[in-house]
């Protein structure tokens, strides 16, 4: 069944660690987001990408980092978590056109 | 810049009520409008896409509709369950050529039992 895919679902980590969060997707789509969500909060674009090797910052700046190697895979990285990154990371992906946005189950990353 | 209300913020409602959540918009130009689904602390899950061209999507108890000349779009929910209880997010995809979403602040609905 095509769908997207993030893993860790939750994930509690020390100050200063790095991390990568993943997202996969099994539809073929060429447009892949990062999407940022405080508790209660709206969600901010962070990065996007319009196909492999493209990456986009957003309109939320950040500190992280991300890679388009395959068509299939986007994952974010931290080179050393904060405090102030404790948040809801979703990931999402588009194909061309108009045919809308398919949203992963997010990850919910603490740092302490 | 575009911006995207929702109206209104939190609404509570008894079961089995038809209810109206309003999205409203600043410009015009729109690519697409989607209709997204919230549990708290979950990822989103679409519910009704409303492509330029088109007026309105239905999906079971959800209708929603499109009016680019007023700058609104509606989601109708018939007969509410508290199933139905959840954050409803409206986000225009405005530019033609990146498909990039605005988000509106979302309407954060509790149907009682």
């Known amino acids: 069944e095509a769908d997207i895919y993030q893993t860790p679902r939750y994930l509690v980590i020390g100050t200063g660690k790095k991390i990568t969060l993943e997202c996969s997707q099994t539809?073929?789509?060429?447009?892949m987001y990062w999407y940022q969500q405080d508790p209660g909060m709206e969600l901010h674009l962070i990065h996007y990408?319009?196909?492999?090797?493209?990456?986009e910052k957003g309109d939320l700046s950040s500190e992280s980092t991300v890679s388009r190697i395959r068509t299939e895979h986007f994952p974010l990285t931290l080179e050393s978590a904060r405090p102030s990154h404790t948040s809801q990371y979703l990931c999402?992906?588009?194909?061309?056109?108009?045919?809308?946005?398919?949203f992963g189950s997010g990850t919910r990353l603490t740092v302490v | 810049k575009q911006e995207v209300t929702q109206i209104p913020a939190a609404l509570s409602v008894p079961e089995g009520e038809n209810l109206v959540l309003n999205c409203s918009f600043t410009?015009?130009?729109?690519?697409?409008l989607q209709w997204f689904r919230q549990d708290p602390g979950k990822g989103l899950t679409s519910l009704l896409l409303?492509?330029?061209?088109?007026r309105e999507q239905t999906s079971g108890r959800l209708n929603a509709s499109l009016d680019k000349s007023s700058g609104r779009s509606t989601l109708y929910i018939a007969a509410s369950q508290p199933g139905d209880s959840a954050t409803y997010l409206c986000?225009?995809?405005?530019?033609?050529?990146?498909?990039?979403?605005?988000f509106g602040g979302g309407t954060r609905l509790m149907v009682k039992p």
């Open positions: 999402a992906s588009s194909p061309q056109g108009t045919y809308g946005y398919t």
């Open positions: 539809m073929g789509h060429d447009k």
């Open positions: 990408s319009y196909g492999v090797n493209s990456t």
């Open positions: 410009d015009s130009a729109i690519y697409n």
């Open positions: 409303i492509q330029s061209s088109q």
């Open positions: 986000a225009w995809d405005l530019n033609n050529a990146g498909n990039m979403l605005t």
